[in-house]
């Protein structure tokens, strides 16, 4: 069974980049897809984006113009920056396993990490 | 954007009953509609996908159902550990929404 771990910053600075890294065990990066998706009292549950093991990319509109999904199989991870943060960014973030098979669904969730934005 | 409502936001129940939860979609999603569950601390579980396909490992008294614009999440025979958040969740297009999330708390 794939374990995941959230990592990074529980506090970032309004207008600064948050950055959080995704780490697997028990399982492949390979052939699945990796997403983010935070949860805040405001929005509730919210998609970020999707990362494929090869590499192709899938974010949210609301969000893209700020967003970067990488992935390094090698090291069995996947990150996510999101750039010139707000407090609205404030959130839980996870990351999750999304299948390839259709319908899709994310089978796999990491316990969440929580980051604030505040100075 | 594909909008997502559940009924009710909140119920109590007691171990023992059953409990049925809505999600609406905002047009058809045919049956790409997966279920979660959530509670204080843990990682989000998926309980049912397809609508209707029990996820490996959960237990059988959960069930959906529905197709087109409308679904139902059923708990039969409720036990302590289904007390939490249930989310239901279109994968139809993107960006993929959830519902705001149905808490099922003890009575």
């Known amino acids: 069974q794939v374990l995941l771990q959230e990592s990074g910053p529980g506090l970032v600075r309004p207008s600064e980049t948050l950055s959080l890294t995704c780490t697997l065990s028990g399982g492949s990066i390979s052939p699945y897809y990796w997403t983010w998706i935070r949860h805040s009292p405001a929005k509730g549950l919210e998609w970020v984006g999707d990362?494929?093991?090869?590499?192709?990319?899938y974010y949210n509109p609301s969000l893209k113009d700020r967003l970067t999904i990488s992935v390094d199989t090698a090291k069995n991870q996947f990150s996510l920056n999101v750039n010139s943060v707000t407090a609205a960014d404030t959130a839980t973030y996870y990351c999750?396993?999304?299948?390839?098979?259709?319908?899709?669904?994310?089978?796999?969730w990491g316990q969440g990490t929580l980051v604030t934005v505040s100075s | 954007d594909i909008q997502m409502t559940q009924s009710p936001s909140s119920l109590s129940a007691s171990v023992g009953d059953s409990v049925i939860i809505t999600c609406r979609a905002s047009?058809?999603?045919?049956?790409?509609l997966n279920w979660y569950q959530k509670k204080s601390g843990e990682a989000p579980k998926l309980l049912i996908y397809a609508a209707s396909t029990l996820q490996n490992g959960v237990p059988s008294r959960f069930s959906g159902s529905g197709s087109g614009t409308e679904f139902t999440l059923t708990i039969n025979r409720l036990q302590t550990e289904d007390f939490g958040t249930y989310y239901c969740?279109?994968?139809?297009?993107?960006?993929?929404?959830f519902g705001q999330g149905t808490n099922v708390e003890v009575k």
């Open positions: 999750a396993r999304r299948t390839i098979v259709v319908p899709h669904r994310f089978d796999s």
């Open positions: 969740q279109q994968s139809y297009n993107t960006p993929r929404t």
């Open positions: 047009r058809s999603i045919y049956n790409y």
């Open positions: 990362i494929y093991y090869s590499g192709s990319t």
